[in-house]
């Protein structure tokens, strides 16, 4: 099983500052990974797919990098709206799994 | 648009057995290249994959869970289902069902997300 490991569990920001969140995995998941916002009381909605990829609708704020082990999240202008929980997951191996999750607050 | 909706018991005694559907509307459970997937959230932690089917393919599953774990489709009705057997406490969650899209060329996957989820249903164990 792939273990996602990401970081930091918390990342106070300021409205308007950069967010970066980052999501390791144990082994290469090559491009296979995803990042989800969650608010409170609400799924999961999809942000980034392959690696880098914004789904449909996604601001241009949002952007992802990185292959293989490493991969990056960045917010580069935080909106109000965007204080919530941030997962990762990998889809190169069976079974799924998900980053323990980054929650991003209000500085 | 394709929505899912999750349907259930919301209380479930210990060692019974956990069911819910996911009612898919505005796609077909056998149509495109979808795996159809079930993903819980226990109160105040993250996202569980608990497993994954596409159309008529073996199942993947959670292997944490996968004695206790079973999906499977209903293709007239055009639903999913998950059930959880010998439950304790700790399956008590919000229980997620998902589409995750997925294609092939020239036998190279590609993997594009969980990109529809339901609402989400609370399953409290007790």
């Known amino acids: 099983e792939i273990v996602m490991t990401q970081s930091p569990a918390t990342l106070s920001v300021s409205p308007g500052e950069r967010a970066t969140l980052s999501c390791r995995a144990s082994?290469?998941?090559?491009?296979?990974l995803a990042w989800y916002q969650q608010k409170p009381g609400q799924a999961p909605s999809l942000l980034i797919y392959?690696?880098?990829i914004r789904a449909t609708g996604i601001p241009a704020r949002f952007s992802g990098s990185g292959s293989g082990t490493e991969f990056t999240l960045t917010i580069s202008s935080l909106q109000s709206e965007d204080f919530a929980f941030y997962y990762c997951?990998?889809?190169?191996?069976?079974?799924?799994?998900f980053g323990q999750g980054t929650k991003v607050e209000i500085k | 648009q394709v929505q899912l909706q999750e349907s259930g018991p919301g209380l479930v005694k210990p060692s019974g057995t956990l069911s819910l559907t996911c009612t898919v509307s505005?796609?077909?459970?056998?149509?495109?290249?979808?795996?159809w997937s079930w993903v819980r959230q226990p109160p105040g932690k993250g996202l569980e994959w608990l497993g994954s089917?596409?159309?008529?393919?073996?199942?993947n599953y959670n292997p944490s869970l996968k004695s206790r774990v079973t999906i499977s489709i209903d293709t007239p009705k055009n639903q999913f289902s998950l059930k959880l057997s010998s439950v304790t406490a700790a399956d008590t969650a919000v229980y997620y069902c998902?589409?995750?899209?997925?294609?092939?060329?020239?036998?190279?996957?590609?993997?594009?997300?969980?990109?529809?989820w339901g609402q989400g249903t609370t399953v409290t164990v007790s």
């Open positions: 998902a589409r995750e899209r997925w294609s092939t060329v020239m036998n190279y996957y590609y993997y594009y997300g969980m990109d529809v």
């Open positions: 505005g796609d077909s459970v056998t149509s495109g290249t979808y795996y």
């Open positions: 089917i596409y159309y008529s393919v073996t199942p």
């Open positions: 082994q290469s998941v090559s491009s296979n």
């Open positions: 392959r690696a880098s």
């Open positions: 997951q990998q889809f190169n191996n069976w079974p799924r799994t």
